[in-house]
């Protein structure tokens, strides 16, 4: 059984770091395309970030290029996401995703929404 369990959410002032994870099990990280959301109240969930180690490629929103970074830990079956320079715009549920085929990519994930599962979601609030 597919499962995805986020953690690592919390509160940091505007300019702070914060990582979330994203553990996986039921399947192997390494063969599949694994996104990055987050949703905020009142607005659509907007793909921030996607990783797929067999093809080498990795995708950012415009709006978190250069302050997000998306790693994976095959290891650990486990995906984090870096997020530094924040900004209270930032302040959402942040959930990742991955998709039952393999052959989707981060462009299939985050731009279209192919994606069967994801986790429940943890909190990132940015604030003074």
């Known amino acids: 059984q597919v499962q995805l369990v986020e953690s690592g959410g919390g509160s940091v002032q505007p300019g702070g770091s914060l990582s979330v994870s994203c553990a996986a099990s039921?399947?192997?990280?390494?063969?599949?395309?694994i996104g990055w959301f987050r949703q905020a109240p009142g607005k659509e969930r907007e793909g921030v970030a996607c990783?797929?180690?067999?093809?080498?490629?990795?995708y950012y929103a415009d709006s978190v290029k250069g302050r997000f970074t998306i790693s994976r830990d095959n290891a650990k079956n486990t995906v984090y996401l870096q997020m530094n320079s924040l900004k209270p715009e930032d302040t959402a549920v942040y959930y990742c995703?991955?998709?039952?085929?393999?052959?989707?990519?981060?462009?299939?994930?985050?731009?279209?929404?192919?994606?069967?599962?994801w986790g429940q979601g943890t909190q990132v609030t940015v604030s003074t």
């Open positions: 990783i797929k180690s067999s093809d080498g490629s990795r």
């Open positions: 039921g399947f192997t990280l390494d063969d599949y395309a």
């Open positions: 995703a991955t998709p039952e085929n393999s052959a989707y990519g981060c462009y299939d994930v985050v731009r279209f929404g192919l994606y069967e599962h």
